[in-house]
């Protein structure tokens, strides 16, 4: 999910509900604690010099059951971020504590929004000599 689909979904909500990947969800006591406009700058490992640029929201949840989040606020400080770092449409990240800091990227499940497993890859498979493995491939049938 990008910047401006979640802003256009945050306006056709009446609540907020996340959803980890196990079906659990974070209770609704969270606060969105930051958002920012991370960028990473890397080379691969075939020499390829790249810049990716993802909108993070940060997840936290504390033992403060007063002040839950409407999807309005979670929108006015969206709109308040865009302009102050000149937010893109770029890619939902979300960071929310698990055992450890865990990276999600954001969908849409119902009315729940979802955060979804994020997996690594290999920019430059062709540089390394990976092949593409195909699906419909059985193995010893040489077909990979």
């Not at 865009?82 to 698990?98: M, P, R, S, T």
């Not at 979804?116 to 430059?124: D, G, I």
Request: aromatic letters at 6%; glycine letters at 6%; hydrophobic letters at 35%.
């Amino acid at each position: 999910m990008t910047l401006y689909q979640l802003k256009e979904q945050l306006q056709q909500q009446s609540t907020l509900t996340f959803e980890l990947p196990d079906g659990s969800l974070v209770p609704n006591h969270f606060h969105v604690t930051e958002v920012g406009k991370v960028t990473k700058h890397f080379i691969d490992c075939g020499g390829v010099i790249r810049k990716e640029e993802v909108v993070n929201l940060q997840l936290w949840e504390a033992e403060d059951y007063d002040h839950r989040l409407h999807p309005e606020k979670i929108l006015q400080i969206l709109t308040l971020s865009e302009k102050a770092f000149n937010l893109q449409d770029h890619e939902i990240e979300v960071e929310y504590q698990g055992t450890t800091i865990q990276k999600f990227g954001l969908d849409l499940k119902g009315n729940n929004f979802l955060l979804t497993q994020k997996q690594t890859a290999c920019l430059a498979q062709d540089a390394c000599g990976i092949l593409e493995v195909k699906e419909d491939c059985a193995p010893g049938s040489g077909c990979c």
